[in-house]
């Protein structure tokens, strides 16, 4: 599988930004899928993830209530919408994929990674 991660950008606190991420390859729909983030001289952080059929969605603490994640299984695409932007969102956001969903938060469990894409939040 190979990830394509878009829509990132600069945008004030309280702002919104929408990112995609593009899949190729035929078995998407088996992946779980999910964002991290890595801020400069940060680990990189667990953000969000989906299961393979869209029911299950899992939040940090930090962005729950404010980013939500969707996939269009038909698409091979997975989205993360940012609302209510704050400062510390400032990083760069990679998408994910994972079979099975034992370890959906576990950055090192994943088995694909897609280049990332830059979120700047001014304050």
């Known amino acids: 599988v190979q990830l394509q991660a878009s829509g990132g950008g600069l945008v004030q606190a309280g702002g919104s930004l929408r990112l995609s991420c593009a899949a190729s390859?035929?078995?998407?729909?088996?992946?779980?899928m999910g964002w991290f983030r890595q801020a400069p001289g940060k680990e990189r952080e667990f953000v969000t993830a989906?299961?393979?059929?869209?029911?299950?969605?899992y939040y940090a603490d930090s962005v729950k209530g404010r980013f939500t994640i969707s996939r269009d299984n038909a698409k091979n695409t997975v989205y993360l919408q940012m609302n209510s932007l704050k400062p510390e969102d400032t990083a760069v956001y990679y998408c994910?994929?994972?079979?099975?969903?034992?370890?959906?938060?576990?950055?090192?469990?994943?088995?694909?990674w897609g280049q990332g894409t830059q979120v700047t939040v001014s304050s």
């Open positions: 390859g035929r078995t998407f729909s088996s992946y779980t």
């Open positions: 994910a994929a994972v079979v099975g969903l034992t370890y959906y938060d576990t950055a090192r469990k994943y088995d694909y």
């Open positions: 989906i299961n393979w059929d869209g029911i299950s969605t």
